[in-house]
């Protein structure tokens, strides 16, 4: 059930502290950690501490802890020192969506190209 946290979800795992990362924020309705494979100097997910498959899913349920994870990227991004950087939601793994787990990638810290990928 969306909403519900699922047993063999990896990022549900990491907020319940059964799965370590390097955390760098957390609030009431999120997690910040670094990415274990990072595509730029600054590469740190943000996650719903609530379990949604993907950014839509959130969005539907939950607009206002879709907003926290957006508000949360932006403040990553500040405490990171990223003048520039961009927050890519994946969804479906067509576009590259491994964890299916609502999350945001805050990617900065060296120039980034368009269009992406």
Same mark, same amino acid.
């Given at each position: 059930? $969306?909403?519900?946290?699922? +047993? ?7 907020? *319940? /502290?059964? !799965?370590? #990362? ?31 498959p993907d950014?839509?899913?959130? $969005?539907?349920?939950?607009? +206002? ?7 949360? *990227? /932006?403040? !990553?991004? #500040? ?39």
């Amino acid at each position: 059930m $969306a909403g519900e946290p699922q +047993a063999d979800c990896l990022f549900c795992k990491i907020v *319940a /502290g059964d !799965v370590p #990362a390097t955390l760098v924020r957390e609030t009431d309705t999120t997690v910040a950690f670094r990415d274990i494979n990072p595509q730029a100097p600054t590469h740190v997910l943000v996650i719903p501490k609530a379990h949604y498959p993907d950014a839509a899913s959130l $969005a539907a349920a939950e607009p +206002a802890i879709a907003a926290d994870v957006l508000r949360e *990227a /932006g403040e !990553v991004a #500040a405490e990171e020192k990223a003048e520039s950087y961009r927050v890519v939601f994946n969804t479906g793994s067509g576009a590259g969506q491994t964890v299916f787990h609502a999350h945001a990638h805050v990617l900065g810290g060296r120039g980034l190209q368009w269009p992406p990928g």
